[in-house]
């Protein structure tokens, strides 16, 4: 082993959080030059990472380092989007020099690891394995070429990769693990690997796996035939007796988010409204662990803007005001860059960014064209209005919405859609819009993280109630509520929420704007002050650690003993 690594953590850790934690994610959005995320569940990641450092936690990163990242949003002649894969390099990652070899499809696969140490962007050390070695041949390299591959086998490979590599490095490293955290069930193989080690004691997997859920809909949680998983080795010689009870009721199909519960001792929704879905779609099935709610969060040292944190923290609406136009500039030197639009800083900004979904509805506010053309070009009340996000890249529906969008606003000189949404883009949305707009179908949005650092950044969220919202929204206090629609089908629903969306801009929303400035800035300060500490990912990582991975009894008085920990030397 690399004598660089004699000193993972430059940090003593705090004796509260002593528990030697490894959290495995297949996305994590670090910094915007370390391109191996996709969205929501990488933010999430990478904030986790960030307040694991700020809170000198016991706790290492899993991940997978992506040859060709997720993939580079781009245009078309025509300005439509276009997908382009660039190999990366990563100068700031260090080789370990730690080599071992995984059993996918029945052969060996050669895994290197490579390591992001804290210092770099402060963060929890993050390990990231490849399988682009010379020992492999060309189709093991691939396994982590791209993010989320479409190919069957591909994906599959993957999830060994992520959770059987990331468990054999574990073991390399000699690294004492009390718990391992599956982010989403991508890392499945890990548990079956587990149960291999311990020698088929599912308990002893449970007491030592807790596993963290996305998806609020049974549809979207992947599941895989037995039998091409076993072809794949993802169970990793368990006997097909133990494979057939952790699939039941299916004798063919195994669910990865039901079969993780029943491998884990706990698990938890994003929100508590995500807590209740969850328990809703997976409590009833025999063998599953408690499912809790932990809201997700994002770092507030990372994405909000300094300055104006200092501004409403010393209550001064003037500079408040200034910095904010300075940030909608910054933002529309961007937008005039991409699309040649020039957006005035007196306008008011809505924007519209995150992954292009069909159940996040992102053209919802153009499903009444004239209505919306309108809205936008009232000379007394103008708006200005910006599109992001990344389709999967072969969601053709998410495809042709983000497209149409483009369409439908290139010839207006107040809309347009960008390409790019990457940390910095995000962040730059963030800082220098005025409204955060959020209309998916209720019950589908498990926390919806980005309004997050909206409102840290002093834009107010349009929302509908779903995700994290219920628990931070007063309307028209520190956010807009959207109405839900009361009945009908999703068709109905649809049309209901896009005019209760139409109507709360016209007679909310843009005269509060233009008519009573006080009124809005009231709202953005509460907004600001409402957000943190409950919605900054400190809040989350403690919590974790005091909900999710604490394995020691309490003593007499309620409280655990403290395990004195120093900084680690060696492994």
């Not at 599912?202 to 091409?228: K, Q, Y």
Request: aromatic fraction near 10%; charge should be neutral.
């Amino acid at each position: 082993m690399s004598q660089q690594l004699s000193t993972l953590f430059p940090y003593s850790i705090d004796n509260r959080y002593s528990q030697a934690v490894a959290y495995f994610s297949m996305e994590f959005a670090i910094d915007q030059p370390l391109k191996i995320y996709s969205g929501g569940l990488g933010f999430l990641a990478g904030s986790h990472m960030r307040s694991a450092f700020e809170l000198r936690q016991n706790m290492i990163g899993i991940g997978i380092l992506w040859k060709y990242g997720y993939y580079d949003q781009q245009r078309n002649m025509d300005g439509t989007l276009r997908v382009a894969y660039t190999e990366k390099e990563y100068s700031f990652l260090e080789d370990t020099g730690i080599r071992f070899t995984i059993l996918v499809h029945n052969h060996p696969v050669h895994v290197k690891a490579m390591l992001l140490r804290p210092q770099v962007f402060q963060t929890a050390p993050l390990f990231l394995l490849s399988t682009d070695v010379e020992e492999n041949d060309h189709l093991a390299k691939t396994i982590s070429h791209r993010l989320y591959d479409s190919h069957d086998s591909a994906r599959i490979a993957q999830s060994i990769l992520l959770g059987v590599g990331g468990a054999r490095l574990l073991d390399e490293l000699g690294r004492k693990t009390d718990i391992y955290h599956m982010n989403e069930g991508h890392a499945l193989p890990l548990c079956f690997y587990l149960l291999n080690k311990f020698n088929n004691d599912l308990a002893e997997v449970r007491r030592r796996v807790v596993f963290t859920t996305h998806t609020p809909e049974r549809a979207g949680n992947e599941e895989r035939s037995i039998s091409s998983l076993e072809v794949m080795s993802f169970f990793q010689g368990a006997p097909r007796e133990t494979v057939n009870k952790l699939a039941a009721p299916s004798p063919e199909t195994l669910n990865y988010t039901v079969t993780a519960m029943r491998m884990a001792r706990m698990a938890n929704g994003v929100s508590q409204m995500h807590g209740e879905v969850s328990r809703g779609l997976w409590g009833s099935f025999e063998g599953v662990c408690p499912i809790i709610a932990i809201t997700n969060a994002q770092n507030q040292h990372y994405w909000q803007d300094d300055i104006l944190r200092k501004d409403v923290e010393k209550d001064d609406d003037k500079k408040l005001v200034a910095r904010k136009k300075k940030l909608k500039r910054e933002l529309f030197q961007l937008v005039a860059d991409q699309t040649g639009k020039l957006f005035d800083e007196d306008v008011l900004t809505i924007v519209w960014a995150r992954r292009f979904a069909a159940y996040k509805r992102p053209a919802l506010l153009l499903s009444d064209l004239e209505r919306f053309k309108k809205i936008i070009s009232n000379p007394e009340m103008p708006v200005q209005v910006i599109w992001a996000g990344k389709p999967y890249p072969e969601d053709w529906d998410a495809i042709d919405t983000f497209n149409d969008i483009h369409v439908k606003t290139k010839a207006l000189p107040n809309a347009t859609i960008l390409t790019g949404y990457e940390m910095a883009l995000s962040a730059a949305l963030k800082k220098g819009s005025d409204v955060w707009l959020n209309n998916p179908r209720i019950t589908r949005e498990a926390s919806g993280t980005s309004g997050m650092t909206a409102a840290m950044n002093g834009s107010i969220n349009l929302s509908i109630a779903d995700g994290w919202v219920p628990e931070f929204a007063k309307d028209r206090k520190n956010c807009f509520v959207i109405p839900e629609a009361t009945a009908g089908d999703q068709a109905e629903r649809d049309r209901e929420e896009a005019d209760a969306l139409y109507t709360l801009l016209e007679q909310v929303v843009i005269p509060t704007y233009y008519t009573k400035p006080k009124t809005w800035l009231r709202i953005v300060k509460q907004s600001m002050q409402d957000v943190v500490p409950m919605f900054d990912a400190n809040r989350m990582a403690r919590e974790y650690y005091e909900r999710m991975y604490t394995l020691e009894k309490s003593n007499a008085n309620g409280q655990r003993p403290a395990r004195k920990v120093v900084a680690q030397k060696s492994w």
